[in-house]
């Protein structure tokens, strides 16, 4: 079945630093990817939705600058959390969307201290 | 923004008997689709119901569809403790992606 990798699975950082969290599909092509972001005990909230080659499309009140998106191929997706603060810890997940629907990342535990 | 409504938000039973969540929202859709989330995990893809689809089978699963109520359910047969878990529908509506609901904790005590 459709597998999709993220990369990494956690991941501590202090304030003021920037981490990058990879998606990648491994065995279709996704023309579509999704950043979704969920704190303890609640639902993903979708930040934004990227495809490939062109700019991410973000949610409403997700800072762009602050959430940098990249789509460079079909097969991989990065989302960059820029000058990071204890509020951006979150648990974020990525999902690609090929011909067999969506498939979903495991996941990234972020935390900023 | 969210799109779905699940109830209840927590759900404690006896393992063998049967959970019932149900799931609500409000624009429409082409698809609406049931996960599961471990704590602290990925989401594990469930079942998938079309839009043009009242009922669907899975094992141990079954999904309804009412599209004039804007409503879901997913029922889980002779549920066992590896069940618990926290179940979210997400809707697939005309902007091509998926919205999902708040989710539902259901926990199955041995």
């Known amino acids: 079945g459709a597998v999709v990798s993220q990369h990494p699975s956690w991941v501590i950082c202090k304030s003021g630093t920037s981490v990058k969290i990879e998606c990648r599909s491994l065995d279709f092509q996704a023309t579509t990817m999704f950043w979704y972001r969920q704190f303890p005990k609640q639902s993903l909230m979708l930040m934004a939705t990227s495809n490939e080659g062109s700019k991410a499309t973000y949610e409403q009140g997700v800072e762009k600058d602050k959430f940098l998106i990249n789509h460079a191929s079909l097969t991989l997706s990065t989302l960059t959390v820029t000058s990071a603060h204890p509020e951006d810890s979150s648990f974020y997940i990525c999902s690609a969307k090929g011909q067999g629907g969506y498939t979903f990342g495991s996941g990234t535990r972020l935390t900023v201290v | 923004s969210q799109q779905g409504e699940e109830d209840p938000q927590a759900l404690s039973i006896q393992e063998g008997e049967n959970a019932t969540m149900n799931c609500s929202y409000k624009?429409?859709?082409?698809?609406l689709q049931w996960y599961r989330q471990n704590s602290g995990r990925g989401l594990v893809h469930l079942i998938l119901i079309r839009s043009n689809e009242r009922e669907k089978h899975s094992g141990r699963l079954r999904v309804t569809l009412d599209t004039s109520k804007k409503s879901s359910s997913l029922l889980i047969t002779a549920s066992r403790a590896a069940d618990t878990a926290s179940y979210f529908c997400?809707?697939?509506?005309?902007?091509?992606?998926?919205?999902f609901g708040k989710g539902i904790t259901l926990s199955v005590r041995p």
């Open positions: 997400a809707t697939d509506g005309a902007n091509s992606k998926l919205t």
């Open positions: 624009t429409s859709i082409n698809n």
